[in-house]
Structures are given as C-alpha cells and as structure tokens.
C-alpha cells in the first residue's frame, strides 16, 4: 500500500494544514459516533442483569486487549469482505470502534459513583424516563462522558497503526505524514509537532484524573 512521502520541508508545509484538517474531522467524527453510542452503552450495561453486562461489556473492550497489529490488519479484512473501498469512510468506522472502549468506561465509571435513588426518586415523583436522564442522569455523569471524548478526540487524532492499513493518498494523517517525513528528513519542526502533541496528550490525561479518575477509567 502506498502512502505519501515527504521529501523536504517545502513539501511539509504545502500540505500541512489538509492533512492537519484531515485528522482533525477524522476525530471529530469518531467522536461524535462514539459518544452517544459509547453512552447508550454504558446505560444498558448498567441496568441489564451481570449474567448479561459482563459479556457485553467485555465484548466492548476487547479493541483495547487485541494487539494494535491484529486489530488494524482485522479492521482492513473486514473493510475488504464487506467492501468498504471509500477510504474516509473506513477510516472513520475502525477509528470509531478503536476509541469507542473509553468512552464506554469513562460512562461506566461516572455512572459507578452516582447512587440509584436519585432517579428511582425522580420516577416515584412522576417523571418520564427521558426526563430522567436529560435532567439528573445526564448532568451528573457528564464529567465520565466528556473525559471519554476528550479521550477518545486525542486517541484517534494520533493514531498510526489503524490508519496506516487504511489510509489512501488522498486521504494522509498528521502522525502517518510525521512519520514519513523522518524516513528521509530530521528537522526541529518535526520535534516541536511531536512534543506539542506530547504536551496536548498529557493536558488531555491530566483533564481525565480531574473529572473521573484515571483509575475508574483504567478499571
């Protein structure tokens, strides 16, 4: 599979800011499918008997148990069988699936700490289901739902294994560009993307600790 190279600097920067957007709608995309879905899981693994939730919920967070490796090269099988040839749209459909564990666990851990008499409390006064959750579910595990998307927006921004199976030329990310930059060149440039994405990663883990826990996240 062919990928593209960059020779120079010159070339870095002329395509630095599409590729750059590329990785950037690339994430928000999978975040905005693994959001409500991760949420809306973490929902029905709370409420379904354990004999029911432990499966399912270890059947979500297998992406995060299988090798990087095998994961990607399975996602590409998949995108093949099923004939997915549109590289943006099965770029986004793994990265989804790839990031979707941790919003399920971020939910699971906010949700964990928030006591069920609150709801059965509000339901015993009248309130609808839906009323429930958009106004006492909702708010109270909105720091879990919003750690895991921050997780999931950083996780799938810098990912290389999944992409590099997936990714056409017209469709490069910033980490696959990176890396490819530094087969025939090293600059400082480089070094400051690379550090700047460190430093983001690192905000990104810090924002997690403070809303929910890493631990709870970790399990």
Known sequence: RRHTRFRNVTEVQTCALPISLNSLWLALAAVAVAGPLGLAAALAIRSAPARIAQPIEAVLMLPLLI??????????????????????LRLWAAHSVVVLPYVVRTCLASLGGMPRQVEEAARTLGASRWRVF?????????????????????LSFDNVSVS?????????TLPLAIMNYV?????????????????????????????????????
């Open 164 to 172: 590099l199976f997936l990714v056409n030329q017209k469709t490069p």
């Open 67 to 88: 090798p990087a490796i095998v994961l990607s090269l399975s996602l590409l099988v998949a995108s093949v069988l099923t004939g997915l040839n549109d590289a943006p």
């Open 183 to 219: 087969e025939y060149n090293f600059d400082p440039g480089v070094a400051a993307i690379s550090a700047t994405m460190v430093a983001v990663s690192l905000a990104i883990a810090w924002l997690v600790e403070r809303l929910v826990g890493l631990r709870k996240v970790l399990g």
């Open 134 to 154: 958009r106004h006492i579910t909702l708010p109270l595990i909105r720091p879990g739902l919003l750690a895991g998307c921050a997780f999931a927006f950083i």
